[in-house]
């Protein structure tokens, strides 16, 4: 079953499960228990011992701790104990209040969620669990709901790092760009110019912004969604009825003299000391002798992003202590908000450990090497690849949660295509890969990306993933479209007219419905 049509049932079983039953931990089990099943050939003993081992190489890993893993789940746990504490601190009522006084509307408040993703390009994780924290008190007060916000955040982390060569990303792409070029003896282009002159093929990226900014402007919303948003304006209420009870049963304490800059420093350092640890860390394994993206490349992303959390908890926790004496917070309070700031993320913890669980199940499978392969075998007109490349590249993200394994196993495969056939082609079916990659993964419940986006923006993971996804086919459908005809014009200009001829259509196609009354209540509260 390994490698074969059946490598798809477990991921299949596990996505549909999330999306039809909402309860992401069960779902994520039932596909853990199903591809060791498969993988074993249903023999339970093999099976369940293939599970212990998945499970276990999320924390240990060839004799030692999986580092990654568990620095991240770390930087999880400080970022909701962060949140905790500037919202304590009054904080993020302050900064809410300020911004909201020059951002007067709701478009504003979207494109400053947008802008912020945007400049935030260094790596996704870091991207999707900062943002959040940022935009939500001023999407709040304009009566944005959690979900299209983490639709914004989400849309804005992989995206932008994918075409960002001074990030993460970019580093590792450039990587796997030059192995392809050598194997090729592609000798007239380095692979960073490569990563460059691919920037503007990536016809996804582009469109999934372009979406954000039609949706933000028009203010208008569809699919389940528009449930979202129009309850979000009616009451108030900016995540589902269920969580705001959750939450209301462990309210802490709120000081009545906070200040912007109990938000604004926290998160400062957390992005600054973030960015110096991983300058630091890459710097280190270069001797001091690479450039800036052989140090970005290097990089340990995941211990900076450790490091950095620790950084700024030290930061909180003496603005805490200082205000305490004008807030009258005792010992207990402090411990209070240590103990519901880290018990607010264990659901995305857990979620977390299933997805690498699974993850590491599928690539037991070979559900990414069976459909590479399909791709490689088939027999498809010229003009035709590309599309099917991209289409292609966001099945197998999809099914499989990752982007980057999608990337190592596609990249390759795309070059080899491109040069039994047209080297021309080799730079738009590259590009191909990392769009459709992205897609999946954008769409993907099982991606760590995708949870960490609703784990920043708190917003129930199944919500955001259902409310996402309509816009995220919105974009893949337009970006499909430019590939269809990058592959029959030969010309990456025309590709790019065609996603912004669509991106129009869909700006003007799209009408508002009438809730001004909303608007009306919305614009009153506030100014009360």
């Known amino acids: 079953m390994v490698q074969t049509f059946w490598s798809l049932i477990p991921p299949l079983l596990a996505i549909g499960m999330v999306l039809l039953t909402r309860r992401v931990l069960l779902s994520l089990g039932v596909g853990i228990v199903a591809s060791a099943l498969f993988v074993k050939s249903f023999h339970l003993t093999d099976s369940f011992s293939l599970i212990w081992s998945a499970f276990r190489s999320v924390f240990w890993e060839e004799g030692s701790v999986n580092t990654w893993n568990v620095f991240i789940l770390l930087f999880v746990l400080m970022l909701g104990i962060l949140t905790a504490f500037v919202g304590m601190m009054g904080g993020t009522q302050a900064f809410g209040e300020w911004m909201v006084k020059r951002v007067k ?79 090729h003896a592609v000798t007239d282009i380095t692979a960073f110019m490569a990563f460059i ?59 009545s003299f906070g200040r912007i800059s109990d938000l604004i420093v926290p998160i ?69 908000g240590v103990k519901e700031g880290a018990k607010s993320m264990i659901p995305a913890f857990l979620i977390l450990i299933f997805a690498w669980t699974i993850a590491d199940l599928i690539g037991e499978l070979g559900t990414g ?27 197998i993200a999809f099914s499989t949660g990752t982007s980057w394994g999608s990337f190592a196993l596609l990249l390759p495969i795309a070059g080899s ?77 025309t590709g790019l007219i065609v996603v912004l001829v669509s991106l129009i259509i869909l700006f003007f196609s799209l009408r508002k419905k009438n809730n001004s009354h909303f608007e009306q209540e919305k614009e009153d509260t506030i100014a009360n």
Not at 124 to 149: C, E, M, W
Not at 201 to 228: C, E, P, T
Not at 307 to 328: M, N, P, R
Not at 374 to 385: A, E, T, Y
Request: glycine share 8%.
């Open 105 to 183: 509307t709701r478009a504003g408040a979207h494109l400053m969620t947008m802008f912020l993703g945007v400049i935030v390009f260094i790596d996704d994780y870091f991207n999707s669990l900062t943002v959040g924290q940022i935009a939500k008190p001023v999407t709040d007060k304009h009566r944005i709901s959690r979900a299209k916000l983490a639709y914004i955040v989400d849309s804005t982390s992989a995206p932008v790092c994918v075409v960002a060569p001074i990030s993460s990303w970019g580093a590792y792409i450039i990587g796997l760009i030059g192995f392809v070029l050598t194997t």
């Open 197 to 255: 002159y691919m920037i503007p093929m990536n016809f996804y990226v582009w469109a999934a912004l372009g979406v954000v900014l039609v949706i933000s402007l028009r203010q208008v919303d569809f699919g389940s969604m528009k449930v979202h948003e129009e309850q979000a304006l009616r009451t108030g209420e900016v995540k589902r009825a269920v969580d705001q009870q959750t939450k209301s049963k462990h309210m802490l304490p709120t000081s």
């Open 268 to 336: 400062a350092v957390l992005f600054i000391a973030t960015i110096g640890f991983i300058y630091w860390t890459g710097y280190t394994e270069v001797d001091g002798n690479g450039t800036l993206m052989d140090i970005f490349g290097e990089a340990d992303v995941a211990k900076s992003l450790l490091f950095g959390g620790i950084t700024s908890l030290v930061v909180t926790f003496i603005l805490f202590f200082k205000q305490s004496k004008q807030s009258h917070f005792k010992m207990r309070e402090f411990f209070s």
């Open 369 to 395: 090497e069976y459909l590479a392969a399909v791709v490689k075998q088939s027999n498809i007109s010229f003009s035709l690849i590309p599309f099917v490349i991209f289409i292609i590249a966001g099945f």
């Open 417 to 493: 295509i491109a040069a039994a056939t047209d080297i021309s082609l080799l730079l738009p079916l590259l590009s191909a890969v990392l769009a459709g990659a992205v897609f999946g993964d954008h769409c993907s419940p099982i991606s760590d990306t995708t949870i960490l986006s609703s784990t920043g923006t708190e917003c129930d993971h199944i919500d955001h993933v259902t409310t996402q996804l309509p816009y995220a086919l919105v974009s893949a459908g337009i970006a499909g479209l430019g590939y269809l005809a990058l592959g029959l014009t030969s010309s990456v200009l």
